[in-house]
Nanobody
Framework: QVQLVESGGGLVQAGGSLRLSCAAS????????MGWFRQAPGKEREFVAA????????YYADSVKGRFTISRDNAKNTVYLQMNSLKPEDTAVYYC???????????????????WGQGTQVTVSS
């Protein structure tokens, strides 16, 4: 069974940075596209970023483009989300997700992801 465990969340002031990590179990992690999503109170879960299985293609929501960077280390079964220039509107629970479909690229829809972590809270104060 695949397990995803996020870490790195916390409280940061606006303009600050955080680096989220998602450690995955399972031997097939390196073949799967991975994504980050977030959910703020009272809002739907939304796409943040995604990365292809080999790491050569990345995708971002317009709201985080230029501030967030997704990356992966398949040797460590880990995907990262570097978040810079954080804003109060970035406050949410952040989830990593794995798409078990072997494909080029990575999907943006949460319905294409099969495995989810438990989430890590990110709070940005103004």
């Amino acid at each position: 069974q695949v397990q995803l465990v996020e870490s790195g969340g916390g409280l940061v002031q606006a303009g600050g940075s955080l680096r989220l990590s998602c450690a995955a179990s399972g031997r097939t992690f390196s073949r799967w596209p991975m994504g980050w999503f977030r959910q703020a109170p009272g809002k739907e879960r939304e796409f943040v970023a995604a990365i292809s299985w080999i790491g050569d293609s990345t995708y971002y929501a317009d709201s985080v483009k230029g501030r967030f960077t997704i990356s992966r280390d398949n040797a460590k079964n880990t995907v990262y989300l570097q978040m810079n220039s954080l804003k109060p509107e970035d406050t949410a629970v952040y989830y990593c997700a794995a798409d078990r479909t072997v494909r080029a690229g990575a999907p943006r829809s949460l319905y294409d992801y099969n495995y989810w972590g438990q989430g890590t809270q990110v709070t940005v104060s103004s």
